[in-house]
C-alpha cells in the first residue's frame, strides 16, 4: 500500500521551473531516497511532501489525503503523522534539548512537564544521547544536533520520517554513525521514510529504493543493487561522481 | 528613457508588492490573535524581553528629554518672562507627544531590531519550518505574542516616560533654575487634562502594534543567510520608525 504518491509535481519559483512533473512512490514501511545534486530540486520536492509547499501542478497524497485539499487544520492532522530531520536540524534556539525532543508532546497532548520530560529522555537514549537533557542546543556539536534533531522528529511516534540530508556536514565517522541510526531506528519503529542526501554511502546503507533527481525529473528508480548497476549515463556519473558526462557543474 | 521608465515601473510593482505582503500579514496576525490555542507563556516572556528589559533605555530618554524640555524653555520663554510656563510646557509635550513618539522609536530600535534578528535566525535555520513540520502554527506561536506584547508594553512604557518626563523637568526647572514649585505643579497639573494623557496612550498603543507587525514582518519574511537578517533587522528598524513618524503626524491632526 501506497504511504506518499506525488503524481506530476510542478513546482516554479518565478520562471525558473525546479520540478517538472515528479512521480515518486513511497509503500508503507519503505525507506526511499532521493539523490540528486545541488539544485536538483530535492529539498523543494521533500517539502512538498508535509505541506510546507504547495504544487503548481499535480498533487501530493499522503495516507490517501490529498494535501492540497486540506485546510490548515487537516494539514495539521496530516503534519503529525510526520517527523522531520532537518539539514541543520533546525532545533529551537531558545529551548533546552528535552523541550526541544517534547515540543510535539507539550503542543498535542495533554502530557505533564514531568511526563514529557521522560519521553523526551526516553527519545534522547533511543538515539544514544544521555545527560543532554538540560542542554542548549549551542552548546551541542553538530552530530549531536543531528541526534537531538532525530529524537525531536520521533518523539510523536510518526508513521514517516523525513530526512533532509541527515549526513551533511558531518565527519565521515558521525556521518556513519547517523545512517546506523535511520537504519535501527527503522528496524525498531517500521516506519516509512524517505530521505533526500547527495551523499551515496548513506544513500546505499539506508535504503530500500533509491530515485535519482536530475533538472526537476524523477531519471531513474530501483533498489541499491540496481542503482549501482544503471546504464542510465546520468545516474552513472553521479553515483560515480565523475565531473565527466552529462551533468555539468553550474 | 525606457529604462528609466521601467526601473520606476519595477520599483513601484515591489513597493506595491511588499505593501500587499504587510497587509495581508497583518490580517493574518489579527485572525490568529483571537484563535486558540493562547500561548500565554510566550506573551508573558515577550512582556519581559519587549517591555521589562527596554525599561533602562525608555527612562534615560525620558528624564534627559524632559530636563532639556525644561531648560531650552525656560532659556526662550525667559525673554518674554514667561517662565512660570515651562511646568506646562513639559507636561503637554511629554504627554501629547514626546512620551510616546520617544518611547516608540526606542523601542523600535531595540525591541523591533531584536524581534527581526530572531525570527530571521529562525527563518534561514529552518526552525519556522520545523514549527510547520509539528503541527505548530508558528504566526500563533511567535508573531501574535510578540505583537501583543509591543502593543502591551509600549502603553506602560509610555506611560512611565511620560512621568519620569515630567519628573526631570520637574528637577531642572525647580531644583535648577529655581522655580517656584507651588507655580510649577499648579501650570502643569491645570494645564494638562486626562484626555491629553489618554491621547498619548493612544498613541502608544498603535506605535507598539507597528513596531511588533514591522519586526516580525520582516523577520518572519527573512531570506538569505545572515545578511538577509542584517538587512532584516535594519529594515524593521528603519520602516517603524518612519512609520511611527508618519503616523504620529496623523493621530495628532485625529486626536487634536
Known amino acids: ?250 | 528613457m525606457n529604462n528609466l521608465l521601467e526601473l520606476i515601473g519595477n520599483k513601484t510593482l515591489a513597493l506595491l508588492r511588499e505593501m500587499g505582503a504587510v497587509i495581508i500579514f497583518c490580517g493574518q496576525t489579527f485572525r490568529w490573535t483571537f484563535s486558540r490555542p493562547f500561548y500565554l507563556k510566550n506573551l508573558l516572556k515577550q512582556m519581559e524581553q519587549i517591555g521589562v528589559n527596554s525599561v533602562p533605555v525608555v527612562l534615560t530618554t525620558a528624564i534627559s528629554t524632559g530636563m532639556v524640555l525644561a531648560l531650552q524653555s525656560y532659556t526662550g520663554f525667559k525673554r518674554f518672562g514667561a517662565q512660570s510656563l515651562i511646568g506646562a510646557v513639559v507636561s503637554l509635550s511629554m504627554t501629547r507627544e514626546l512620551g510616546p513618539v520617544l518611547t516608540g522609536l526606542m523601542v523600535a530600535g531595540r525591541a523591533g531590531a531584536s524581534m527581526a534578528a530572531e525570527l530571521g535566525t529562525m527563518r534561514v535555520t529552518e526552525q519556522i519550518d520545523a514549527l510547520y513540520t509539528l503541527a505548530t502554527n508558528p504566526m500563533k506561536y511567535l508573531v501574535v505574542p510578540r505583537f501583543l506584547a509591543s502593543m502591551i508594553m509600549m502603553f506602560f512604557l509610555s506611560a512611565l516616560g511620560m512621568y519620569i518626563g515630567i519628573l526631570g523637568g520637574y528637577f531642572v526647572g525647580v531644583k535648577v533654575l529655581g522655580t517656584n514649585p507651588t507655580t510649577y505643579m499648579n501650570q502643569s497639573i491645570n494645564n494638562t487634562e486626562v484626555s491629553d494623557i489618554w491621547y498619548g496612550l493612544i498613541k502608544s498603543l498603535v506605535f507598539g502594534a507597528v513596531v511588533g507587525l514591522i519586526g516580525c514582518y520582516k523577520g518572519f519574511n527573512t531570506e538569505g543567510g545572515a545578511e538577509g537578517v542584517g538587512k532584516a533587522t535594519t529594515g524593521a528598524v528603519v520602516v517603524s520608525c518612519m512609520l511611527i513618524l508618519i503616523l504620529d503626524y496623523f493621530l495628532s491632526a485625529l486626536l487634536w
Not at chain 1, 95 to 114: A, C, I, P, R, Y
Open chain 1, 1 to 250: 500500500m501506497a504511504m506518499i504518491e506525488i503524481t506530476n509535481l510542478h513546482k516554479s519559483f518565478g520562471a525558473f521551473p525546479v520540478l517538472r512533473g515528479v512521480n515518486l512512490t513511497v509503500e508503507k514501511g519503505e525507506s526511499m531516497t532521493v539523490i540528486g545534486g545541488s539544485g536538483s530540486g530535492k529539498s523543494v520536492l521533500i517539502k512538498h511532501i508535509i505541506g510546507l509547499l504547495f504544487p503548481d501542478k499535480g498533487q501530493v497524497k499522503v495516507d490517501g489525503e490529498v494535501l492540497n485539499d486540506l485546510d490548515e487544520q487537516g494539514l495539521n492532522e496530516v503534519r503529525k503523522k510526520f517527523g522531520m530531520l532537518f539539514q541543520g536540524a533546525a532545533l529551537f534556539d531558545s529551548l533546552t534539548v528535552w523541550e526541544n525532543v517534547g515540543f510535539g508532546l507539550k503542543q498535542h497532548t495533554k502530557m505533564s512537564d514531568k511526563e514529557i520530560r521522560d519521553a523526551a529522555t526516553q527519545k534522547l537514549a533511543l538515539v544514544g544521547l544521555k545527560g543532554v537533557e538540560d542542554k542548549m542546543p549551542a552548546d551541542l556539536s553538530g552530530g549531536m544536533k543531528k541526534r537531538v534533531g532525530l529524537a525531536r522528529a520521533i518523539a510523536m511516534d510518526p508513521q514517516i520520517i523525513l530526512y533532509d540530508e541527515p549526513t551533511t556536514g558531518l565527519d565521515p565517522i558521525t556521518a556513519d554513525a547517523i545512517n546506523d541510526l535511520i537504519v535501527d531506528l527503522r528496524k525498531k519503529l517500521g516506519v516509512t521514510s524517505v530521505a533526500i542526501t547527495h551523499d551515496m554511502h548513506s544513500a546505499y546503507k539506508i535504503s530500500d529504493r533509491i530515485a535519482m533527481l536530475y533538472k526537476g525529473e524523477i531519471q531513474e528508480t530501483g533498489t541499491p543493487d540496481e542503482i549501482r548497476g544503471t546504464s542510465n549515463p546520468i545516474v552513472k556519473q553521479f553515483i560515480t561522481g565523475s565531473a565527466v558526462g552529462p551533468i555539468t557543474a553550474d
